[in-house]
């Protein structure tokens, strides 16, 4: 497809369980971005990779929160024993280049939902 | 730190024009987006402004002035499919990779 993909759209874990979004950017692009929303919000930022490296995670709100791109393409975001504050709908952006615009390009989301 | 406040809710009728504020603070400033988000979808880019004017691109247009720190989206013909939220967005000053969005507006079209 030509958009970016999320996967799975939804996710219903247990509190204590681990969880991994998956990211699929556009193709070629080589800034990604993961944000958090919550409803009736705007989109918080998490963390940003430049191809495969992790360049800003200060969104990150703590140690259980991971992410990874490891050949500067598909990233994972991984939620470690998860609360249920981490319930919220996480976004990834992707855009073409480094600062070379404000256009980012958002996918559809992964609804987590911690019980 | 950086902020940006936008109003809540703005309510107009088809056809009409309005406008949709947003004032920011940031350390350093590189320029104001707006996204688009209708209600279980995406965000979509829609403008960006990087220095102050006027940007227009068809119905929608997007105005900066950097020694107020305020922008506003206008949209003009308004119809029923632009009822949606719209979020302003700056980069922080110290971390260039890292975006802040608004709260953002939601607009409500009545025909």
């Known amino acids: 497809g030509a958009g970016v993909s999320q996967s799975p759209r939804y996710k219903v874990t247990k509190r204590g369980q681990d969880v991994a979004l998956r990211c699929d950017p556009i193709?070629?692009?080589?800034?990604l971005y993961w944000y958090r929303q919550a409803l009736g919000q705007g989109p918080e930022f998490l963390t940003y990779?430049?191809?495969?490296?992790?360049?800003?995670k200060s969104g990150l709100p703590n140690d259980r929160f991971s992410a990874e791109r490891p050949e500067g393409s598909i990233s994972t975001l991984t939620i470690q024993r998860t609360e249920q504050r981490d319930s919220a709908m996480y976004r990834c952006?992707?855009?073409?280049?480094?600062?070379?615009?404000?256009?980012?390009?958002f996918g559809p989301g992964t609804r987590l939902t911690v019980l | 730190g950086q902020s940006l406040e936008q109003p809540s809710e703005v309510t107009a009728v088809e056809g009409a024009i309005v406008q949709i504020n947003c004032t920011y603070q940031?350390?350093?400033?590189?320029?104001l987006s707006w996204y688009q988000q209708h209600d279980g979808g995406a965000p979509t880019f829609l403008s960006y402004?990087?220095?102050?004017g006027l940007e227009e691109t068809g119905r929608f247009s997007s105005f900066l002035s950097r020694s107020d720190s305020y922008g506003y989206l206008l949209l003009q013909e308004l119809q029923m499919k632009d009822s949606a939220s719209y979020f302003c967005?700056?980069?922080?000053?110290?971390?260039?990779?890292?975006?802040?969005f608004g709260s953002g507006t939601k607009l409500n079209v009545k025909p």
């Open positions: 967005a700056v980069r922080d000053g110290d971390n260039f990779n890292k975006f802040y």
């Open positions: 193709s070629g692009h080589v800034s």
């Open positions: 402004n990087a220095l102050d």
């Open positions: 940031t350390s350093g400033f590189y320029g």
């Open positions: 952006a992707s855009s073409l280049e480094q600062g070379s615009t404000d256009t980012q390009y």
């Open positions: 990779f430049n191809y495969e490296a992790q360049q800003d």
